[in-house]
């Protein structure tokens, strides 16, 4: 089992910035790769980032140039620095795990981009 809690979250105003942070912990060593989904009312989950443990790295066309991904190894965290932020980019925004025995999500943490 591997356990993920983000935090960081929060209302920003358009232009400005958030920093979200997801630790892992139980089973660390199955995990291959981790990442950061969003889920915006009304609409289907999508990818936003995710990192490998070598640290390549994936963006969703929309976040690329505004978003950076990261990761520590020791703690196990994963974080998501996200710049110039855009009503848009109002989510609940998930960490994810994928290991070798299962994909594990993070609870969420609320995104509000608002003047």
């Known amino acids: 089992q591997v356990q993920l809690v983000e935090s960081g979250g929060g209302l920003v105003q358009p232009g400005g910035s958030l920093r979200l942070s997801c630790a892992a912990s139980?089973?660390?060593?199955?995990?291959?790769?981790m990442g950061w989904y969003r889920q915006a009312p009304g609409k289907q989950r999508e990818l936003v980032a995710t990192?490998?443990?070598?640290?390549?790295?994936n963006y969703a066309d929309s976040i690329k140039g505004r978003f950076t991904i990261s990761r520590d190894n020791a703690p196990n965290t994963v974080y998501l620095e996200m710049n110039s932020l855009k009503p848009e980019d109002t989510a609940v925004y998930y960490c994810?795990?994928?290991?070798?025995?299962?994909?594990?999500w993070g609870q969420g943490t609320q995104v509000t981009v608002s003047l």
């Open positions: 994810k795990a994928d290991s070798r025995f299962g994909n594990y």
């Open positions: 139980g089973r660390i060593f199955t995990i291959n790769a």
């Open positions: 990192i490998t443990n070598g640290g390549r790295t």
